[in-house]
């Protein structure tokens, strides 16, 4: 089985433009990359982590190496006329990126560059609307966040930065593999240690938000969290509705954690949601309380449902802009709700420099606001992003899974300037990757690297890995268990979206292989991830 929306390499000069550039409206159209990675740089971060992960293993050439310098490709033919072919550009559907079948001089495109993403929303929501007996809508479902929404255990780097390890096995038929990029950033430091913290949340009290359990989750998620901030943090309440009201201006925890409940406890549904109100009250607001030194963040909860005053993310976030850029202050998004903005929210939180998560339960909340508190709030790594450089020698055909509109212009992987993810510690990020190699084929496959920012100088570091042809000979369902759960959450997501996969599973068969994993991993979230396929086979019959 192909992947959807493959095409083959012979029909290359019909496909020169690039559809990568269009996926990200910001990114420039790519002039293809003369050079690939360079020496990788070795720098430290000096924010805390979160959780540590237990060392990983990879297979055959995936262990991250902090120097060498990356073969460079063979120059790039020119573009082609800028009228595309069929189901290239002008339907936006094409995802695939094919090589050429010949090895020659001039390749084909082979470099595949992307922001990372932390988000989790797309699952937790997916998962939502099939416990309340519907199949999520296909535009909600983002295979990344899928993936992602799955702790890995990939070797944490020692002291600061990112870990890169590759590895891969066989998926189904017709020679595909599938090949997994995982990046790390390192455990938490004790909680003395960290940053402090300021943040200002924006709270949704609209009428939608009065539905059984919803503004009550969020006002239990605030009073849990609270309670797990230091002394010498800070924490503002803005509420919108139809207007906006700073609620309690930014205070010191020490000396102020009453007012604090006290302002939670008075929280109560009105009418009408106008986000754009609530977001750049919370900007001001965040803009005043702001801390030199601490972790400035907005974390807005709403059920992004907006129905008064402007409606679109990028007018929304034009005028927090200055915010952003001047102060730092990055954005994360929780959701709530059966009814939820899926889309507003995921776009604010990409173009605020930050993160989505979403959650149904007071457990989930826990987890959110306690468990993962470090992670959410803190930043370990601004403007990240990943390239991996397919060598066109042994790779035939590849398609990254996900990050559809995470997208960059590969000759943007190094410009600075150019939008990438801001992730927190004790992140793992997957980039999963259908990969097809040339008959007989052997040696180097690909080379994975990442590009950050320290968060608080600034200084650009990056950090590589490669992967060769013999780490994809097992067999996908006898690979290492991380491997297994990646493709399973992947082809979950595939299936919902009615794509195509090589080596798909039924739904029922997905579900069993979801069960092995939760019993030889004992892990709760994957014995979920297991009824949720199950429930998502019950009603598609």
């Not at 890169?164 to 950033?185: H, P, Q």
Request: glycine letters at 10%; hydrophobic letters at 35%.
């Amino acid at each position: 089985m192909r992947p959807d929306n493959e095409h083959r390499a012979g029909d290359r000069d019909r496909t020169r433009v690039s559809a990568r550039a269009r996926w990200r409206p910001r990114a420039r159209t790519r002039a293809r990359a003369v050079g690939l990675l360079a020496a990788a740089l070795v720098g430290g971060l000096l924010v805390t982590g979160c959780s540590g992960g237990s060392d990983g293993s990879s297979a055959d050439g995936g262990k991250a190496r902090r120097s060498g310098p990356l073969p460079a490709p063979a120059p790039a033919r020119p573009s082609a006329p800028s009228t595309p072919a069929p189901g290239t550009e002008a339907d936006g559907e094409q995802r695939d990126v094919a090589p050429t079948d010949t090895p020659s001089p001039t390749p084909a495109d082979y470099l595949s560059t992307f922001a990372l993403d932390v988000d989790t929303a797309s699952y937790g929501y997916a998962r939502r609307t099939l416990a309340d007996g519907r199949l999520p809508d296909p535009k909600t479902v983002r295979p990344e966040e899928f993936v992602n929404s799955f702790r890995q255990d990939y070797p944490r780097p020692e002291g600061n930065g990112f870990s890169v390890t590759a590895d891969g096995a066989r998926a189904g038929d017709e020679g595909w593999s599938f090949l997994r990029v995982g990046l790390a950033t390192g455990p938490a430091a004790p909680a003395s240690e960290r940053p402090p913290a300021a943040l200002t949340f924006v709270i949704d009290v609209s009428g939608s938000m009065s539905e059984t359990g919803r503004l009550d989750l969020v006002k239990q998620s605030l009073g849990v969290m609270t309670d797990q901030l230091r002394s010498d943090d800070s924490l503002a309440l803005v509420t919108f509705s139809d207007t906006a009201e700073t609620v309690l201006p930014m205070t010191r925890v020490g000396g102020g954690r009453e007012r604090v409940h006290d302002a939670i406890d008075s929280l109560e549904p009105m009418s009408s949601t106008n986000l754009d109100a609530g977001v750049r009250t919370g900007y001001d607001t965040a803009v005043e309380g702001v801390r030199p030194g601490a972790t400035n963040r907005v974390v807005l909860l709403s059920d992004a449902l907006a129905n008064t005053g402007e409606t679109e993310a990028d007018a929304i976030l034009d005028r927090i802009s200055d915010a952003r850029r001047e102060h730092g202050i990055t954005l994360f998004g929780v959701g709530v709700g059966s009814e939820y903005g899926d889309a507003l929210m995921e776009r604010l939180a990409d173009k605020g420099d930050g993160h989505t998560t979403y959650i149904s339960t007071p457990e989930e909340a826990r987890k959110v606001f306690c468990d993962e508190l470090p992670q959410n709030i803190e930043l370990r790594a601004r403007e990240a992003k990943a390239q991996v450089a397919f060598d066109p020698q042994t790779v035939q055909r590849f398609r990254l899974i996900g990050y559809d509109d995470r997208q960059v212009a590969d000759d943007d992987y190094r410009d600075d300037r150019v939008d990438g993810g801001e992730v927190g510690p004790g992140h793992t990020v997957t980039a999963l990757y259908a990969v097809r190699l040339r008959p007989g084929a052997s040696g180097h496959v690909a080379t994975a690297g990442v590009r950050w920012l320290d968060p608080t100088t600034r200084a650009p570091h990056e950090e590589t890995t490669q992967i060769e042809a013999s780490a994809l000979d097992t067999d996908l369902w006898r690979s290492n268990h991380g491997l297994q759960l990646a493709a399973t959450a992947a082809y979950f997501a595939d299936a919902l979206r009615q794509g195509a996969l090589p080596g798909a599973p039924t739904l029922p068969q997905l579900a069993s292989r979801a069960d092995k994993l939760a019993r030889s991993t004992e892990d709760k979230d994957v014995r979920q991830l297991a009824e949720a396929i199950r429930r998502a086979d019950e009603l598609q019959i």
